[in-house]
């Protein structure tokens, strides 16, 4: 995967943005993300990739995890999802989503359900050994 999909410059602006802005949600999955606190990944919140700028991401592990507000659950945001993950999907990388909701009543939950979709250390030494 090119390094030339990542953080193009002219998002910048939007980038630093919506990092300054986060939602109560974002702010309180960051708080459970940053400093590689979940099983030592490291994970990049407002992240571009191509066209799109990822709520959190993880690169060690290709994931992308999306948090969802009212916005998403309308025909045109579900459109936007499906095409967003299609492209997403299409580059190599994951998509886990999660509504808001679920991130302030449930994090642990979330949390678990993250450090889940991990691929396992044995999986990624059997595939590096494997010709």
């Not at 410059?9 to 590689?36: G, M, Y």
């Not at 290709?62 to 492209?87: C, I, M, P, Q, W």
Request: glycine share 8%.
């Amino acid at each position: 995967m090119s390094d030339s999909i990542y953080n193009h410059p002219h998002q910048k602006a939007s980038r630093q943005e919506l990092r300054n802005h986060l939602t109560e949600a974002e702010a309180t999955l960051w708080r459970a993300l940053q400093r590689s606190q979940l099983a030592g990944r490291k994970f990049r919140r407002q992240h571009g990739i191509g066209a799109y700028i990822v709520d959190f991401y993880c690169p060690a592990e290709k994931l992308v995890v999306e948090l969802d507000g009212a916005g998403h659950f309308t025909v045109s945001g579900e459109a936007n999802d499906v095409e967003r993950t299609a492209y997403l999907n299409g580059v190599g990388l994951r998509v886990l989503r999660f509504e808001n909701k679920l991130v302030l009543e449930q994090l642990d939950g979330v949390v678990a359900g993250i450090e889940a979709a991990f691929k396992s250390r044995s999986d990624a030494v059997a595939l590096a050994n494997h010709p």
